[in-house]
């Protein structure tokens, strides 16, 4: 079955740090952007981060810059995202999602999502 | 703040059509996708591109696009379409993606 598998999550004290997974199966991973997107209990959906299949290029959301870092082990069909300086307002399920981008089409959309992992940033 | 503003609420009576949208300067530019989410699930990918449906999403979701507005219309809504939908683009410098804030769709 194609999926998406994240794992990582937990409680962790604010200032703290914690490192998240997804695994990907059943598709050729290094094919893919690779993006995570977090959601914030009873709030919408926020945009973390992406990484382009060869892991050469990478963006993040102005508010994790700095403190968060993307990565990617293609010969393992893994995603990562390193969390550094945790606060409160990071508290979120993390979700890994598969990104198709059509550049000449101006298209770009999250056609596979795993099912989350919750974060939560306390003391 | 996000790029992409979308009204918090939408209700529609059974078996008629509701529209959702969402605005940004960035749509002009670059299509929405838009993702229905269920409490305690993951979103799912309804519309992408001009007006795409992925494999095993009904008909009765479509998508549009004019000027600076992206559109999720659903025709004969269900009591099953009950849930948050949010649209999906890029931002202004086209690096970084960005959701609106989500729009609450009732069936009544």
């Known amino acids: 079955e194609v999926q998406l598998v994240e794992s990582g999550g937990g409680l962790v004290q604010p200032g703290g740090s914690l490192r998240l997974s997804c695994a990907g199966s059943e598709f050729t991973f290094s094919s893919y952007w690779m993006s995570w997107v977090r959601q914030a209990p009873g709030k919408g959906l926020e945009w973390v981060a992406n990484?382009?299949?060869?892991?050469?290029?990478?963006y993040y959301v102005d508010s994790v810059k700095g403190r968060f870092t993307i990565s990617r082990d293609n010969a393992k069909n893994s995603l990562y995202l390193q969390m550094n300086s945790l606060r409160a307002e990071d508290t979120a399920v993390y979700y890994c999602?598969?990104?198709?981008?059509?550049?000449?089409?101006?298209?770009?959309?999250?056609?596979?999502w795993g099912r989350g992992t919750l974060v939560t940033v306390s003391s | 703040s996000s790029e992409l503003t979308q009204d918090p609420a939408v209700s529609v009576a059974l078996g008629q059509t509701v529209r959702i949208t969402c605005q940004g300067d960035s749509l002009r530019r670059y299509y929405a996708s838009w993702y229905q989410q269920k409490p305690g699930q993951a979103p799912v990918l309804v519309i992408y591109g001009k007006n795409n449906r992925p494999s095993g999403i009904p008909d009765r979701f479509s998508g549009s696009t004019s000027g600076n507005t992206a559109s999720l219309t659903i025709t004969g809504a269900q009591a099953e379409d009950e849930g948050d939908y949010y649209c999906?683009?890029?931002?202004?410098?086209?690096?970084?993606?960005?959701f609106g804030g989500g729009t609450k769709l009732t069936v009544l």
């Open positions: 999602a598969r990104e198709i981008v059509v550049v000449v089409a101006a298209m770009q959309y999250f056609d596979l």
């Open positions: 999906n683009s890029r931002d202004s410098s086209g690096n970084h993606r960005v």
């Open positions: 990484i382009k299949q060869d892991g050469g290029e990478k």
